[in-house]
Nanobody, 120 residues
Framework: QVQLVESGGGLVQAGGSLRLSCAASGRRTFSRYGVGWFRQAPGKEREIVTAITWSAGVIYYRDSVKGRFTISRDNAKNTVYLQMNSLKPEDTAVYYC????????????WGQGTQVTVSS
């Protein structure tokens, strides 16, 4: 079992920055599984933003966030971070982190989400 808790969301003006954190706990060894960040805007489907492997190899950024968002992980703290710079109103969404504990590309465990709102 894995429990994930996101934090760091909030209201920011366009062009600003936020850093989201995803703290993991549970019986699975954090350093052994991949983590992804997803987001869901009102009226839209959930989409993947970025993902990182257990060894901190970044495997994916969606095009719209490349050059602005950075994913990283600190296995000593059981935490994955999402640094978001140059935020745009279209980045407004609930952001979720999720864990892929089997290395299958399927995310079995999800956090509760944190709201990010970017004002224009």
């Amino acid at each position: 079992q894995v429990q994930l808790v996101e934090s760091g969301g909030g209201l920011v003006q366009a062009g600003g920055s936020l850093r989201l954190s995803c703290a993991a706990s549970g019986r699975r060894t954090f350093s052994r599984y991949g983590v992804g960040w997803f987001r869901q805007a009102p009226g839209k489907e959930r989409e993947i933003v970025t993902a990182i492997t257990w060894s901190a190899g970044v495997i994916y950024y969606r095009d719209s966030v490349k050059g602005r968002f950075t994913i990283s992980r600190d296995n000593a703290k059981n935490t994955v971070y999402l640094q978001m710079n140059s935020l745009k109103p279209e980045d407004t969404a609930v952001y979720y982190c999720a864990a892929d504990t089997e290395g299958s590309g399927r995310y079995e465990y999800w956090g509760q989400g944190t709201q990010v709102t970017v004002s224009s």
